[in-house]
C-alpha cells in the first residue's frame, strides 16, 4: 500500500520502463469514460476515441455499473489511487452481498460472514478481479438473489432491484457469464418461491433482452461475429489438476481454477447436512450450481462441452470456458457456510475464517508501474484537431494495447487503434495496413492513409518492442521510417516519444543493428520457418538488408505471383537493385496464402545474396 497513489495494484507485468500493460488498463479505461463523458455534456455509453475515424463511437457497455462508482473516486484520489481503492471496495461489496444473501437465507451472523469471505476471496474471483471486469461483475449474482429473497418477505418492488443486478451482468458486456447466471438464477427462483416464478421470468427475459442488446451492438459486426472454434476453446481449457494447483502460470493465467483444498471437502459437508435436514432442493440446486461450471472449465477435455458448443448456438462465442466459475464460487460459499452454521460456537466460526482464508490464499497480485507524469503525452494536451498513431500498432485483441488506453485517458484523442476483442471488423482491416509502420515499411500509400485518417501525431512506445512476442524488436527501423517520412520527436519521455510533422526540437537516436544481418518484419514466420528458409505468414511481408548494388531472393518453387519494392519503389524480381549502400527495406507480395502443414503460409525464402 506504499505504492497506492503510483503504482497499480494489479497483475505486476513489466512496463520495460512505461506502463505496464495489462487487462486493468482496459477495464479502467471503460470506467474512466463514464466520469469523463458525463463532465463534458456526452453519452456515458459511448467510447469516441477508439478506432476513428473508420468506426462510429464504439459502445462503453464496459462502464456499467462500476463507472458511476470509479467516477467519484478518480476524481478526489487520482485514477491510481481511485482504482486501488475501487478494487478493494468491490472486494467489500461481493463479500457483503454474499454475506446478506446467506443471512435471507436463515443462516446466524458468523456462518454468513464464513460465506461472505469465501465468495470474496475465491481464488478464481480474485484472478479475475486482477484487471479483468468478470471478477467485480460476479458480485452482481449474490446482489440479484439477496433482493429475490427480500422480495419473497416483503415488498415485490425488490424484484426490481433483482432483475437490475441480474441484466446488468450481459449489459456490463459478461455475456458469457449472464450464459449461466440466467438460468442458474431461474432455478433459484423456483426452488425457493413458486409463487414468485413469473416474476423470476420477467428478470430473467431483462437479462436477455440486455444480453442480446450487446449482440446486436458490439458482437454483431465484429472481428467476433462468427465465434470462436473448438480449437480456440482448446487452448484455454482447464486441467484437472488445476483445480489444485495454487501456482498462478502467467502463461496460462486464464486456467488458473483453484478451488481450494479444505474448502471443497467443507463444501461437500454443507450438501450432507442439507439433505439431512431435508433442504434437499437448496442442495441440489447448490450442488449442481457447483459442479456444472467445474466441468464446462474443463472445455474439449469433456465431450460434454463439444456437445454443447454444437448444440447451442451462444456457447460458440466465448472462447475461456472457466468464464462460468463465479457461479460455482458462489455455490460453493454458501455450501460452506452451511457447513459452519451447523456448530453454533463463535471459536468454530473464528477457526474457520482462519483456515479457509489460508486454504485459499494464491499471489495473484503485484506493483504495476503507472507511469503517471509522461511528459510526451503531456505535450497533446493543448492539441484539439488531429488523431494520434500510436507504434507499435497490434492487432484490436492483443492486450498489449492496454498501454495505450491508459496514456490516452491524458492525451483524450481520436486514434484508428484502439483494444477490444470485439472490434469492428473495420479497426481490423485498418491496423493490418498500419502495422507495417512498426517496422519502418511506408509502402502501400501509407502517408496518403495516415492523411486520410488525420493523423497529426505519432507515440513510438520503445518499452513496448522489448521482449515482445507479439511483434518483432525492430524500434530503431520503426524511428528511421519516421524520419525518412518527415515526422520529427516534439517531445521525449523515458522510452515514449512523441512525433509531429516538420521540424522538432529534438532529434532521438537509437544504435545501429549489426549491417551483416536481414531483419525480417511482421510477415514472417521467425522460429516456426523450417531449416530450408523462412515463410511469409502474410500476404505482405518486409525485411531489411544493409548494402548497395543488388540484392537476388531465392524462394522455393511456388505458382504464386509476387510483387516487390525496395524502400516503396515498385520492382521486377528476383533480383532487386538497391542503389546506394545503406539500409533499405524489401517487401514481398503474394495475392493469397496458400495451406500448408496445419497453416497458411506464402512464399518460402530460401535465400539471400547480395552483390
Known amino acids: 500500500m506504499l505504492h497506492a497513489r503510483t503504482d497499480f495494484f494489479s497483475g505486476g507485468a ?88 446467506l443471512r435471507e437465507l436463515g443462516l446466524p451472523r458468523g456462518p454468513a460472514l464464513v460465506g461472505g ?3 470474496a476471496i475465491a481464488p478464481y474471483r480474485v484472478a479475475q478481479s486482477v484487471g479483468h471486469l468478470l471478477g467485480p461483475i460476479s458480485a452482481l449474482l449474490p446482489l440479484s438473489l439477496w433482493a429475490f429473497e427480500r422480495a419473497r418477505r416483503g415488498s415485490a418492488w425488490w424484484l426490481v432491484v433483482s432483475g437490475a443486478a441480474l441484466a446488468s451482468i450481459p449489459l456490463s458486456g459478461q455475456v458469457h457469464l449472464a450464459l449461466g447466471a440466467i438460468p442458474f438464477f431461474l432455478a433459484y427462483a423456483l426452488v425457493r418461491e413458486r409463487r414468485l416464478w413469473p416474476y423470476g421470468i420477467a428478470c430473467a427475459v431483462a437479462a436477455v433482452g440486455a444480453g442480446i442488446l ?50 471443497p471437502i467443507v463444501a461437500v459437508v454443507g450438501i450432507a447436512l442439507l439433505v439431512r435436514s431435508r433442504r434437499i432442493g437448496l442442495a441440489l440446486l447448490l450442488g449442481f450450481g457447483a459442479l456444472v461450471p467445474i466441468l464446462l472449465a474443463l472445455g474439449t477435455r469433456l465431450p460434454l462441452y463439444s456437445a454443447l458448443w454444437h448444440a447451442f448456438p451462444p456457447f460458440r462465442f466465448p472462447r475461456v470456458p472457466e468464464r462460468l466459475l463465479p457461479i460455482a464460487s458462489l455455490c460453493i460459499a454458501a455450501l460452506v457456510a452451511f457447513a459452519v452454521a451447523r456448530s453454533r460456537a463463535l471459536v468454530v466460526t473464528a477457526i474457520a475464517i482462519a483456515v479457509l482464508f489460508v486454504d485459499l490464499h494464491a499471489r495473484v497480485y503485484g506493483r504495476s508501474v503507472a507511469d503517471t507524469s509522461n511528459a510526451a503525452y503531456g505535450a497533446l494536451t493543448d492539441h484539439s484537431t488531429g488523431r494520434l498513431l500510436e507504434l507499435p500498432v497490434f492487432d484490436p485483441g492483443v492486450h498489449y494495447g ?74 530503431y527501423f520503426a524511428l528511421r521510417g519516421l524520419l525518412r517520412h518527415g515526422w520529427s520527436a516534439r517531445e521525449t519521455s523515458g522510452v515514449v516519444w512523441m512525433f509531429g510533422r516538420g521540424r522538432g526540437a529534438t532529434a532521438p537516436t537509437l544504435p545501429q543493428p549489426d549491417r551483416f544481418r536481414a531483419y525480417f518484419c511482421q510477415g514472417w514466420y521467425g522460429s516456426a520457418g523450417t531449416p530450408r528458409g523462412r515463410f511469409m505468414s502474410e500476404t505482405h511481408a518486409p525485411f531489411w538488408v544493409y548494402g548497395g548494388g543488388s540484392l537476388r531472393l531465392s524462394f522455393g518453387p511456388s505458382a504464386s505471383p509476387r510483387s516487390f519494392t525496395v524502400d516503396g519503389t515498385p520492382q521486377r524480381g528476383p533480383v532487386l537493385r538497391l542503389g546506394r549502400r545503406d539500409w533499405h527495406v524489401i517487401t514481398v507480395d503474394v495475392p493469397r496464402l496458400v495451406p500448408h502443414r496445419h497453416r497458411r503460409v506464402g512464399l518460402l525464402l530460401r535465400g539471400l545474396l547480395l552483390r
Do not use: M
Request: hydrophobic content about 40%.
Open 402 to 475: 492496454s498501454t495505450y488506453l491508459w496514456y490516452d485517458t491524458r492525451a483524450q484523442l481520436q486514434r484508428p487503434g484502439g483494444y477490444s476483442t470485439t472490434a469492428p471488423k473495420v479497426a481490423k482491416t485498418t491496423t493490418r495496413r498500419l502495422e507495417r509502420l512498426n517496422c519502418g515499411d511506408w509502402s502501400g500509400n501509407t502517408v496518403g492513409l495516415l492523411r486520410r485518417f488525420g493523423v497529426t501525431a505519432i507515440a513510438l512506445h520503445r518499452g513496448l518492442f522489448v521482449k515482445n512476442g507479439a511483434v518483432p524488436d525492430r524500434t
Open 214 to 263: 450487446v449482440r446486436q451492438t458490439v458482437i454483431v459486426g465484429s472481428t467476433q461475429s462468427g465465434g470462436r472454434s473448438l480449437d480456440e476453446v482448446a487452448q484455454y481449457s482447464a486441467r484437472w489438476g488445476d483445480f489444485v494447483s495454487r501456482h498462478i502460470d502467467h502463461a496460462r493465467s486464464e486456467q488458473f481454477v483453484f478451488l481450494g483444498w479444505i474448502t
Open 14 to 101: 513489466p512496463g520495460h520502463g512505461e506502463a505496464a500493460p495489462g487487462d486493468h488498463l482496459q477495464t479502467l479505461y471503460h470506467w474512466w469514460l463514464v466520469g469523463h463523458q458525463l463532465e463534458h455534456g456526452h453519452a456515458p455509453w459511448l467510447d469516441p476515441y477508439s478506432f476513428r475515424p473508420e468506426a462510429d463511437a464504439q459502445p462503453n457497455y464496459a462502464g456499467w455499473p462500476f463507472g458511476f462508482l470509479f467516477w467519484p473516486f478518480g476524481a478526489a484520489f487520482g485514477l491510481v489511487g481511485g482504482w486501488n481503492l475501487v478494487q478493494l471496495l468491490i472486494y467489500t461489496l461481493a463479500g457483503l452481498c454474499a454475506c446478506a444473501w
Open 117 to 119: 469471505l469465501v465468495f
